[in-house]
């Protein structure tokens, strides 16, 4: 019964960990924008979300999922990390598009957003449920 209830809270907390990396390798491309030389980096989120909740529960034998941190956060950001397609050429070589940074930035921090309100949510419900309040 406690891991039905902690299943959906781990997940959610992978994804958070995953979210905050991102963003702070979407901030790394911002700050470098002006680096000449400097290639945009990138990671597909999708896929560490993943291989970071699928591969934890194939460890553990089914749907119960294992240790989270059995595999490393940076790691699974390392096996996805992508450089980013230059939308246009540029002379000294960065191929930071601040526009698509920005977006991707702000799109980013709603899903974060978005995730700890939905944990907030889940973790209000089960203290209902707990404490026995019905709405």
Do not use: W
């Amino acid at each position: 019964m406690i891991n039905r209830l902690t299943d959906g809270l781990n997940f959610n907390a992978q994804a958070l960990t995953l979210r905050a990396e991102r963003q702070r390798l979407i901030a790394s491309n911002i700050a470098n924008a002006d680096t000449p030389g400097y290639v945009a980096r990138d990671f597909n989120f999708a896929q560490a979300l993943r291989e970071a909740t699928g591969a934890t529960r194939l460890a553990s034998g089914g749907s119960q999922p294992a240790d989270y941190n059995a595999v490393s956060t940076q790691a699974l950001v390392q096996r996805n990390l992508l450089y980013a397609t230059p939308s246009q050429t540029n002379l000294d070589g960065n191929t930071v598009d601040m526009d698509r940074e920005r977006a991707t930035f702000a799109e980013n921090a709603i899903k974060y957003e978005s995730t700890l309100r939905f944990v907030n949510g889940q973790v209000k419900t089960m203290m209902d449920a707990i404490k026995g309040n019905s709405s």
